[in-house]
Each structure stands twice: as structure tokens, then as C-alpha cells.
């Protein structure tokens, strides 16, 4: 028989066992942080009706749509978990109370070019909040709120939250002429801090941008200062266009109720450069960066957005959400050593059998798990230091070994697999030691 080669295809991510412990911890620390605000779980299908799924779709994330048929059906695997969200309040929108607080935790599939760190199959952690109609934006300062506490959970404290509005972009813009430039401009201003003020001046000119609007420009994109300088600085300007003026003002409210929300201010700063989606977000949005690793780029992104599902309802949904990449993040983080989950196995003991006595040790393994600790049992027969080389090689922290002198006093040997220090204890009393 001729032996096929096992292989993954490019683009997908596999661990070995240590590492999904790691991942899956990330994944329900995430889970419950949402959960704490509120956030009720939603599961979507991951195969939609490609009408459905493509209905705002166009240009490259149509490209990169895995679609295909089965029977008479045209069926996509799922690109993220925003418009499954659209089609879902769309169809349950009677049943459902507003405003709708979800979070979606799943894989999705795009079918872009495989290359380091970049999937075509990975796991997005959204939340989204969803108003009826009228929808207040203090649902967009509960979103930074809401991204500071998870990563807090998931062991991170240097990181930054930056918040900028579409509206003082678009408005900017609209009040110099350039609005059919905006997406140019957008892609050159933000590259200032690598190339410098006078490089971006020069591209500014080879766009066909005027003098007098580019100094509009660069004294818009070369605000500094605190959150709330930054803000009287925008002001300063004098731009009298309502767009611009609308987006300050959301902007202001944003940073008043972060506040309110006690939202530590070193952990959020405004950033005009920021601009996400530049044609679905239409007012607040938000990039957060570790700021010893600005390389790694946004780690967690979002926006707020006018009208959700419109090409299934006439009913305006206007909402609020963020989104975390966590197979991204997560690949990105073990390549600079900065997973902080230290946990890497499942088990917390490992019971072993010696001689004949397997019977009781399955007797003790229950009892364990009875007492609320994961437990293995080494079932097959080998000699002591093969079954301890088990224990080492996925991690679990300690070892019983059950032998005919344990069985006889029933006192037990635990092992402390890290330190090698062995106690004689009984079965209570390991169950209150390690739980």
C-alpha cells in the first residue's frame, strides 16, 4: 500500500496538546470577561446560503470566500461573524429584546494568500451591541471599557486603546474638497511616524493635494498632547463643517463616559490617525496596540456602524463591536514569548498503578474526580519510570502512586512533579491539598 504523506494545508492552525490548553484558556478567559458585561453567546451556522452571506459582499472579501455547491444549493463558509449577527437579528428580531448584547467566539475561513502568522482558517471573539432605532453612545465608551478588562483577564498591562471617529475624518476631508481622496490620504498620513512629516508632505503633493490643504492636513494629523488637549485642539481648528463638528462631539461624549465608567486614562489615548472600515464604520472606532509590540499591529479593533442588517430589513439596526483575532494573537504572542497562560495540561494528577492493583487505584481516580480534580489514570502496564515520563511530558503537576503498601494503610504518595517532594497523605487529605 502506498503510504500518503500526512500533511495541514498552509493556513491552518494546529497545536500540540500543551499549546491548546494555552489557547483554549485565552479563548474562555475572553468568554467570561464578555460575559461579565452582560454578553449573551451566540453560535451561528459556519455554512450560510451564499445569497445571504454575499449580500454586502464585494471587491476582495468576495475573492477570498471559500463557496461551493452542494446539490441544487450555493453554499459560503462564514468570513466573520458580523453579517451571520445581521442576518440572525434580521430574522429573529420579534423575539429578540433590545439593545441586543451578543458575542460570538468561532472559526471563520478566508481564503487569503497563507503566509506567517496570517490564517485562512481562525478564531474570532466578537461582541457587538445592537440598538432599535435610537442607540446611545455610551455604548460606544462601554466598548474600551470592556476590551481593558479583557485583556486585564488575559494577564496583560501595557497596552494601549486608541479611539478616533469617522465623522471628524470624513468631515475633514468633506470640508477641503478631498473627500474622493480620503482613502489615499488616509494611507499616507498614517505611515508619518515612519517616514516623517516632510516625506508625507511630498506624497500630499505627487496626490494633487493643494498647499493650503495640506497644512490642514498635518496640523490635524500632528495633534498631540493628552485625551482632553487633544480634543480642545480639534475645536481649535475652527473646521466649520457639521460632519466634522458631529464626530468631535461623539468623540467628547466617548471620552466623558469613559471616565464615568472609571476607565483608567493611561490605558486610552484619542488618535486621529486611526480609521478602520472605510465603508462600514461611520462613527467611533477603536485599535488597541501592545505598546512594547506596536509591531504586532491592532490586537483588538472595532467601530460603531449606522445600520446593520440593511440589505435584509428596512428596520434601522445601528450598533457597536469589537473584535479580537485571537488565532492571530495568539501565533503572534508565542513567537515573542509572551503567552501569559502558565497552564499546559488538563490533568491536575496522574494515578498510578503498581502490581496488581488496579482495581483500587480506579477507585481513587474516581474519588479525585468526585473532589473536582481532573484526573488521568496510567492504564497500561510499563515500568515506574516510563509512567513518570508521562506525567513530565503533558505537564501534570502531581503524581499518586498506589502500590500494595498504599492500598494496605491507605495512605498514598503524592509527588509533586516540579519540586520532587513526595507526601504520605490520605485521600482526603490530597483532595484538600491540590483542589
Known sequence: MNKIEPRTLPGFMELLPNDQVKFNLMKEK???????????????PAIELSEVLLAKAGGE??????????????LSLRF????????????????????????????????EKAQKGRYREFYQCDIDV????????????????????????????NFTICINNRKILNGLFE????????????????????????????ELKKLGVEKAATDSIIKFVTITGKTDEKISALKELGIQNELFKTGVNELTDVVKYLKVLGMPEEYFTVDLKIARGLDYYTGTVYETFLNEYRNLGSI?????????????????????????????????????????????????????????????????ANKLREGGINTDIY???AKIKKKMKY??????????????????????????????????LTIDEIINEIK
Not at 80 to 99: C, I, M, N, R
Open 61 to 74: 472579501t468576495e475573492k477570498q470566500i471559500y463557496r461551493f455547491q452542494k446539490g441544487e444549493a450555493d
Open 175 to 202: 470640508s477641503l474638497g478631498l473627500i474622493e481622496k480620503t482613502t489615499d490620504i488616509l494611507r499616507i498620513i498614517d505611515k508619518i511616524e515612519k517616514i516623517g512629516e516632510n516625506a508625507v508632505i511630498d
Open 379 to 381: 492504564l497500561e502496564e
Open 30 to 44: 475572553i468568554a467570561h470577561s464578555y460575559e461579565k458585561f452582560g454578553f449573551l453567546p451566540l453560535d451561528t
Open 300 to 364: 483588538c479593533s472595532g467601530g460603531r456602524y449606522d445600520n446593520l442588517a440593511e440589505y435584509y430589513t428596512d428596520k434601522k439596526l445601528p450598533g457597536v463591536g469589537i473584535s479580537i483575532g485571537l488565532t492571530r494573537l495568539f501565533y503572534q504572542l508565542s513567537e515573542i514569548n509572551q503567552i501569559k497562560e502558565t497552564k499546559e495540561t488538563i490533568s491536575k494528577v496522574l494515578v498510578v498503578p503498581m502490581d496488581e492493583s488496579l482495581g483500587e487505584a480506579l477507585k481513587i
Open 130 to 157: 445592537i440598538g432599535d432605532g435610537e442607540f446611545s453612545i455610551i455604548n460606544d465608551a462601554e466598548m474600551p471599557n470592556i476590551i481593558y478588562n479583557t485583556f486585564k483577564d488575559l494577564g496583560f498591562d
Open 80 to 111: 466573520d461573524h458580523t453579517v451571520p449577527l445581521a442576518k440572525y437579528v434580521s430574522l429573529y428580531q420579534g423575539e429578540l429584546s433590545f439593545p441586543f448584547k451578543r458575542y460570538a467566539i468561532g472559526k471563520v475561513y478566508r481564503g
Open 391 to 424: 506525567a513530565d511530558k503533558w505537564k501534570i503537576p502531581y503524581v499518586i502512586i498506589v502500590g500494595e503498601e498504599e492500598i494496605a494503610t491507605k495512605i498514598l504518595t503524592l509527588k509533586n512533579m516540579e519540586t520532587g517532594e513526595q507526601k504520605k
